[in-house]
């Protein structure tokens, strides 16, 4: 798709839902999408967040897209997490988290989901899944659906999960000043170059996070 043709699709949300009907019904961009938003990547192969050979615990996130009540565009929905949680602290993620033994992992989307965010189920459409990716701090292996609402959907979050919710049009984050990188120090004293997506003053969304976003944002 040309680049006035994305930008035209990113602003519009049914023409949004077209293009990903379309685009998940073949071959996703996978993990050399995902690879370039990962932290240090310019030294990690795109295999490095494979889920596969790890004994990790399987978790489902919901990649929540609805329009825009006036103008129509795309928005995306995204939780700045708790500074005390356990997991990814203070980050800002998608809705989800671990899989119960009796459910499939659209299922504890759609479930966390509601947790999270007071999502109604009822009002969510899964169109179908991205690439599955390894979370190394936490031993997570994350499987994100990409759903949609429409209209709009009414959210609450969790106190004691949720700190914030974050809306962002899905059209900012496919600007090119959107892509930062920066050198950080993380867990352990490690200093890696950081990418990340840096939206009008919102926390920086990175690590696992911006590495579904990349994919998601290659199917345009």
Do not use: K
């Not at 179908?128 to 990409?146: A, D, K, M, Q, R």
């Not at 890696?192 to 696992?208: L, T």
């Amino acid at each position: 798709m040309s680049a006035a043709g994305a930008s035209e699709t990113a602003n519009d949300f049914a023409a949004t839902v077209r293009r990903l009907r379309r685009r998940l019904a073949e071959e996703l961009p996978g993990r050399a999408a995902q690879a370039r938003l990962a932290p240090g990547s310019r030294a990690t192969p795109p295999g490095a967040a494979s889920p596969e050979g790890h004994d990790c615990r399987e978790a489902g996130v919901l990649v929540l897209l609805y329009p825009q009540q006036q103008s129509r565009r795309p928005m995306l929905v995204l939780t700045e997490r708790r500074a005390h949680l356990d997991d990814h602290a203070g980050q800002v993620s998608f809705p989800g988290g671990q899989r119960e033994a009796s459910e499939s992992l659209q299922q504890t989307a759609l479930r966390e989901a509601h947790e999270e965010i007071a999502l109604a189920r009822e009002t969510v459409e899964v169109l179908g899944p991205l690439t599955p990716l390894y979370i190394p701090p936490s031993n997570y292996c994350v499987h994100p659906f990409i759903g949609v609402a429409e209209p709009a959907p009414s959210l609450t979050p969790a106190d004691a999960e949720v700190a914030a919710l974050l809306h962002v049009p899905l059209a900012d984050l496919r600007a090119p000043e959107a892509l930062a990188r920066e050198r950080w120090t993380l867990s352990g004293g490690r200093s890696v170059e950081v990418p990340f997506y840096d939206v009008d003053g919102r926390p920086p969304i990175w690590g696992a996070t911006s590495m579904i976003l990349a994919e998601l944002l290659a199917l345009f």
